[in-house]
């Protein structure tokens, strides 16, 4: 889908001319686009929820196994006793053997009746012990999937800090310029300011954008399995052109020039997407001079494929 995104803009620029049919595709598959992009947010908050209900869940089991542990000694003590009782009603059949034969078969019975009674006990025991292993076992699964959950998250974690570092080495010399690279939320934002890509009312990236976009493609290539997507952003100043229609038109069309750019230096199509975010996306209030260039920008977002995360949720 992607690719097909990137034909029908690259259609567009070529011919200068958007028709509406032609423009109401591109927006039907932006928005799906943004859609993917929300799920992928939404599906994230919802790892870390399960991340923490296993971890209850693991906390309760424990509470079962430390109630069931109370429970196997009390019925020990309980067989023990019931022993002790035995060899007493052992020895008081021994001596009342000389006794009358219906006083020998009452003890007999009652003998009888206490042997039931400790195999039906000992087998409960038997019962709570095979339980209690089972218990163990779920316990000790439960106990692996969260490590494993764990270690996975702490290496996707590692994994985004080492290629920000990489990022921050590659562009160092960009920085204060109109780029900045942050680290947050488990992704990695790099924004680049329009002074440092575009003319005013431009989507051609200059000679120094380029030498930035080329460096971040450096490592991006070595990173084939991180999601990159490339929103462009603009300010509230109406467009003035005559080639596109509007704000949306030109967001999109700098976006997709810096797909270009990444893609022409050999990082995947299969990892980009592109989206134009318009002026409804602001970082700094469109009321002062400084505020409007800070919000003409392009966001580079990258985040980890979770895929593993999701396959062990749902072993």
């Not at 764990?150 to 960009?174: C, D, P």
Request: with cysteine; net charge positive.
């Amino acid at each position: 889908m992607k690719n097909i995104v990137s034909i029908l803009v690259t259609a567009v620029v070529l011919t200068s001319c958007v028709t509406k049919k032609k423009f109401t595709e591109l927006s039907d598959k932006y928005n799906r686009l943004s859609k993917t992009n929300a799920g992928l947010i939404s599906q994230n908050d919802e790892l870390l929820k399960n991340k923490n209900k296993l971890a209850s869940n693991l906390e309760n089991l424990q509470e079962q196994k430390s109630g069931l542990d109370e429970e196997l000694k009390a019925l020990q003590q309980k067989i023990a006793a019931s022993k002790n009782n035995y060899n007493q009603l052992q020895s008081s059949y021994d001596n009342l053997s000389s006794n009358s034969s219906s006083a020998i078969n009452a003890k007999v019975k009652e003998n009888q009746k206490l042997l039931s009674e400790l195999e039906s006990k000992e087998k409960i025991l038997l019962e709570e012990k095979a339980n209690l292993k089972k218990l163990k076992e779920a316990l000790e699964a439960r106990s692996k999937r969260i490590s494993d959950l764990e270690a996975l998250i702490a290496s996707k974690e590692a994994a985004m800090q080492k290629l920000k570092n990489a990022i921050s080495e590659a562009l160092v010399g960009f920085e204060g310029k109109g780029l900045t690279v942050e680290n947050r939320d488990g992704k990695i934002y790099v924004s680049m300011e329009n002074k440092l890509l575009f003319k005013s009312g431009q989507w051609a990236v200059g000679a120094n954008g380029k030498n930035a976009v080329v460096k971040l493609a450096e490592v991006l290539v070595n990173n084939p399995t991180i999601n990159v997507l490339i929103e462009g952003h603009t300010d509230n100043d109406p467009y003035n052109g005559s080639v596109i229609k509007d704000n949306w038109d030109l967001s999109v069309k700098r976006a997709t020039a810096i797909v270009r750019i990444l893609q022409r230096y050999k990082v995947s199509p299969k990892q980009i997407t592109a989206a134009g975010r318009s002026e409804y996306l602001p970082v700094a209030p469109n009321s002062t001079t400084s505020g409007k260039a800070k919000n003409r920008r392009i966001e580079i977002i990258l985040s980890p494929n979770l895929d593993e995360v999701t396959k062990l949720l749902n072993e």
